[in-house]
């Protein structure tokens, strides 16, 4: 977080990444991480900023050997200043659920009955937010969140 225009615009983040993985730029300015066989297995999301009025702020990641470097235009941002880089690793799928998929679900009573994950998607449909789902390779949910803003949630 950025709390005023005094703040740092990028940091750096040193990657510690398994051996023979490789990091390959996408075109929405993410990366996947790619193992020796060519297959994902992690990725980092394309960068995100909003600031206090939840505007969209440019932010965009260099990559200088192992050095990830997220750089967010502040140029008249108003203060806070969010920018939350993603980082997955390993095996999983996500599902993400729109504010409007949300409220369908919760309109169709589409939900499980009793379920601390019904009682996401109800407390998110009512509150105005996103939901993404964490399965793991076998298909069992690992865990789950809600979020009002990110770089997935519109």
Do not use: H
């Not at 040193?14 to 490789?22: D, F, H, I, K, R």
């Not at 140029?75 to 980082?87: H, I, L, N, R, S």
């Not at 009512?126 to 399965?135: G, H, I, M, Q, S």
Request: hydrophobic letters at 40%; one cysteine or more.
């Amino acid at each position: 977080m950025l709390r005023n225009s005094s703040a740092r615009t990028s940091q750096k983040y040193n990657l510690s990444l398994p051996a023979g993985v490789q990091l390959t730029a996408l075109p929405d300015g993410g990366y996947v991480m790619l193992d020796a066989a060519g297959q994902s297995v992690g990725r980092i999301d394309s960068p995100w900023a909003k600031d206090a009025t939840s505007k969209d702020l440019s932010t965009r990641y260099t990559l200088a050997g192992n050095v990830l470097t997220p750089t967010t235009n502040t140029t008249g941002a108003t203060f806070p200043v969010v920018a939350d880089p993603k980082v997955s690793l390993g095996l999983r799928v996500y599902v993400r659920y729109s504010r409007a998929e949300v409220k369908a679900f919760k309109a169709r009573n589409a939900l499980i009955a009793g379920s601390s994950l019904t009682g996401t998607f109800k407390d998110a449909a009512n509150r105005d937010r996103c939901v993404e789902l964490k399965f793991n390779y076998q298909g069992i949910v690992m865990e789950w969140t809600s979020r009002a803003r990110g770089s997935w949630c519109a």
